[in-house]
């Protein structure tokens, strides 16, 4: 078990925002932050998370906790794992109980990576010399080659490293008694996280096979998920922020070439195209992107759909095509550097390119489909911001060569803006009293010294507040709104005696039908109360 004053020490530096926000995208929404609720479907956003309570809250499906329980709920992993995934991410080093143990991914991850690194000679070695790459950037790379199986296997027993964590952190593979390496003869391609960490490898093939994939990943795992990362991104991130500008291009051996080309932005996707689940790390970056594909169909589909992503998330940019089997590595090695600068600096606008990659399927000549390629981009662009998308106007209508007022868009179908609903367990006339309860629970001495405590009795809300279970279902739409102004002193006693009014005076209804033989006492002493209140 990790050690109470580890979790605590831990708990006092997670930050929610950041916690979330490298899982989904999120907005400023005046002092809290929104966003689409990623535990189920919405179009307008009722997911808040709250900076100063650090916690969350949806006002659709009723979720909610803090950065821990969102790490569990996301990531569908146990306490302990989720705890693990923060510190790791945060490159903070838990503590545990000495008689017990946990998964230390990190030593086996290292270990076979140095062991690779080491193995990068002879042929292997002058493979990637004979590419362009330099020993200087093999070096801050880290890249190795992987030997044979039973090799890799070996060095973990030596290293007395656990077989079963290799296997969970995809080193090794197992069919039935057989334990193997996934990465085989292959050049090897650490990749590692945001905070530096090693969490999987990329493999590079140097056999000329029909029946050998090029390229392998590692599987996914709870270190790794390729649809979540970016190779390069950890040597990159620093340059990114300070230019504004991320180059996202297709390969591992492009993001090397390039760094080595001085243009230290670039990153990669691994074996899977741009999706929803990257968004989240680029708008964290608040940057430009560049998108450099390869010129065949495969990747102008590839760029056309990361365009219509990237354009709908309001995220700005452009796309450079690498056309004649040109990529950027070749284009380094090659010496063609000054021309790889050059179409940097000169790309198509994301959102043109999406229009140009959608009206080139019609025959323009042909009014039917001429209307039919304005109607399917008038439905991309109400996808969009619709002062963006207006201004796109002018350059649909040269492309279709026909007049802007044509182009009508009418009402966007973007993610509506979101107005915090009201508890759906607490009256509009309640909120304000429990929510000062929770802010000032010092109040509650004036409370209970105006108010009876059977006015809340049985109320869920009152209860847990008295309970101190101030993160409960309950308490915590009402903890995580800023929208709700709560009372002073004065006010809050002004309101008590009025609640304690109205619930005598509804007594005093109740009693005035009752048949009791001493309903008259009991009258009299409601009215009396009601009295001294004034």
């Given amino acids: ?285 608040n940057c430009r992107v560049l998108l450099c594909y390869d010129g065949d169909n495969a990747g102008k589909t590839a760029a056309h759909r990361a365009a219509v992503l990237l354009s709908q998330h309001e995220v700005d940019g452009g796309v450079i095509i690498f056309e004649d089997n040109l990529d950027p590595a070749d284009m380094v090695k090659d010496g063609k550097i000054e021309q790889l600068y050059e179409m940097l600096k000169n790309p198509m606008p994301l959102i043109e390119y999406v229009l140009r990659h959608i009206i080139k399927d019609y025959d323009l000549d042909n009014p039917h489909n001429k209307n039919q390629a304005l109607s399917a981009c008038i439905s991309y662009l109400k996808t969009i911001n619709l002062l963006v998308a207006e201004e796109y106007k002018g350059v649909l209508s040269k492309l279709l060569n026909i007049a802007s007022h044509h182009i009508t868009l009418g009402q966007t179908t973007i993610k509506k803006d979101f107005t915090i609903q009201s508890s759906k367990t607490v009256s509009k006339a309640d909120e304000k009293f429990f929510k000062t309860i929770i802010e000032k629970p010092d109040y509650l001495d004036l409370l209970f010294g105006n108010l009876d405590y059977e006015v809340y009795e049985n109320n869920t809300v009152f209860e847990d507040i008295l309970s101190g279970k101030n993160n409960s279902d309950a308490i915590r739409p009402l903890l995580i709104r800023d929208d709700i102004v709560i009372y002073n002193k004065e006010d809050f006693i002004r309101a008590c005696k009025l609640k304690q009014k109205s619930y005598l005076s509804e007594k005093l209804k109740q009693l005035s039908t009752s048949l009791d033989d001493d309903v008259f006492e009991q009258m009299d002493k409601v009215q009396k109360r009601l009295n001294e209140i004034g």
């Fill in 1 to 285: 078990m990790i050690t109470k004053s580890s979790l605590d020490a831990l708990k006092d530096q997670i930050d929610i925002i950041d916690v979330i926000s490298n899982s989904i995208e999120i907005r400023k929404a005046g002092a809290n932050f929104k966003a689409c609720c990623p535990f189920h479907g919405e179009d307008t956003p009722s997911f808040v998370i709250s900076p100063t309570k650090q916690i969350y809250h949806c006002f659709g499906c009723g979720v909610g906790g803090d950065a821990i329980k969102f790490v569990q709920e996301y990531d569908k992993l146990n306490f302990q794992e989720a705890v693990e995934k923060i510190a790791d991410d945060m490159n903070f080093t838990l503590e545990y109980e000495s008689n017990t143990t946990h998964t230390d991914y990190k030593a086996t991850m290292e270990t076979i990576n140095s062991f690779y690194e080491a193995n990068l000679v002879d042929k292997k070695l002058q493979y990637l010399l004979d590419r362009g790459i330099t020993k200087e950037s093999i070096k801050t790379f880290e890249i190795g080659y992987a030997p044979r199986s039973d090799v890799q296997v070996q060095l973990l027993k030596d290293n007395y490293l656990n077989l079963n964590d290799a296997i969970e952190a995809g080193v090794l593979a197992q069919d039935k008694e057989n334990i193997y390496a996934r990465l085989r003869e292959r050049i090897t391609f650490p990749i590692r996280n945001h905070a530096n960490k090693l969490i999987g490898f990329g493999g590079r093939t140097l056999r000329q096979s029909e029946g050998i994939a090029k390229y392998l990943n590692s599987p996914d795992t709870k270190l790794f998920n390729k649809s979540r990362n970016l190779y390069g991104f950890n040597l990159a991130k620093e340059h990114i922020y300070k230019k504004g500008t991320m180059v996202v291009t297709e390969g591992y051996l492009d993001v090397v070439m390039m760094h080595q080309a001085n243009i230290k932005t670039a990153v990669a996707t691994m074996g899977t195209a741009l999706t929803q689940q990257h968004i989240p790390i680029i708008k964290k970056c």
